[in-house]
């Protein structure tokens, strides 16, 4: 008899809580009991995992009793907080927030790139940055094939990524100015937490999350030091600039890479690629065929297309990717780290 599953989604009624509770019910996990955890304030609604309604519940140091595994995705002060509850609970915990990521002890996994590093998880496995993911997925199969020297990239980030709630100030400022009308003051974007907040409608914000003493943001530093660790090279120089644009849903990115050899050629780069698990290559010039964020929509793949050599650099190339930021940059990912600890019978 297959063995069933309880779960729980903590921040069940979020944007990514959303997309988790959908795709569990796609997923390959069997589950038997499922336990939608949020705060006071949600707690009584009701919401769907599939065909059956659930009543939501608040999260509390008690809510993970006789649950195999927790889906995180309510901030990083709850992760803090209740991921070690959880743990204590006998669940595993795959968290969808920065809290975790870089703990030396904590796996950081995307299933197509380094599955394996999750086999000695002590009951805790992060989920990256969403924009890590995407680019991680194209990265990994040219590094097995051809080496990786250095990665420079710079990030078109849809607002969804900054909650639900800056999605409903963006569509207001556009209806507001579309009526002729003024905006109200903005106080979600670039950063809710920050002192200025800025209109993002018609606009682009070249801010995602606070600035360092580097003069990078966390989002910045987030790519950087989760690239490396995902793919086992702290030596590996990435740079990364993020900036959030007018688009609800998919992040594009535009990556420059330096490869070990300088023999290789685009239709190379475009084989290996193609070859990758969800990775499809949408490159045709000729036709106007790339990536698009309204085509990633609910889509589980990484698209990858406008692949170019350096016109300067022999071992440089150009690549344009592209994710639907809430399916593989976060529920996705998560449900299918989930699944591969089934299958690895890591749980």
Not at 78 to 97: H, L, M, Q
Not at 221 to 232: A, F, Q, S
């Amino acid at each position: 008899m297959t063995k069933k599953y309880n779960i729980a989604i903590v921040g069940a009624t979020g944007a990514v809580g959303e997309q988790l509770r959908y795709l569990l019910a796609q997923s390959k996990i069997p589950y038997d009991q499922v336990r939608l955890l949020a705060s006071s304030r949600s707690a009584g609604k009701e919401l769907s995992v599939g065909e059956e309604k659930y009543t939501v519940e608040e999260l509390t140091a008690d809510s993970f009793e006789g649950i195999d595994i927790a889906f995180f995705s309510a901030g990083g002060d709850r992760s803090k907080e209740f991921a070690p509850k959880a743990v204590e609970a006998g669940a595993i915990v795959v968290d969808n927030t920065s809290a975790y990521r870089m703990d030396e002890d904590t796996p950081l996994i995307v299933p197509e790139v380094n599955q394996e590093a999750m086999d000695d998880h002590h009951g805790l496995i992060a989920n990256p940055n969403c924009s890590t993911i995407q680019m991680v997925m194209a990265l990994r199969p040219i590094e097995k094939a051809f080496g990786l020297k250095r990665v420079i990239v710079s990030t078109y980030q849809a607002v969804s990524g900054a909650g639900t709630r800056a999605v409903l100030e963006m569509e207001n400022q556009f209806r507001d100015i579309l009526s002729g009308d003024e905006i109200d003051q903005p106080k979600i974007l670039p950063v809710a937490g920050d002192v200025k907040h800025y209109q993002m409608a018609f606009n682009v914000l070249a801010q995602i999350d606070k600035f360092q003493d580097n003069h990078y943001t966390f989002e910045e530093m987030k790519m950087t030091n989760e690239t490396k660790k995902i793919l086992g090279r702290p030596d590996l120089p990435v740079s990364a600039t993020c900036v959030r644009v007018p688009v609800i849903k998919g992040h594009a990115e535009s990556v420059y890479i330096e490869i070990d050899r300088d023999d290789v050629t685009i239709e190379d780069l475009m084989t290996v690629l193609d070859q990758a698990d969800n990775v499809v290559v949408e490159d045709d010039v000729k036709q106007q065929v790339y990536p698009q964020p309204v085509n990633a929509v609910n889509r589980p793949e990484t698209f990858v297309g406008r692949i170019r050599q350096d016109l300067d650099v022999k071992n440089g190339f150009h690549l344009w990717i592209v994710s639907d930021n809430l399916w593989k940059g976060a529920a996705y990912n998560s449900i299918e780290i989930a699944e591969t600890l089934i299958a690895r019978n890591l749980i």
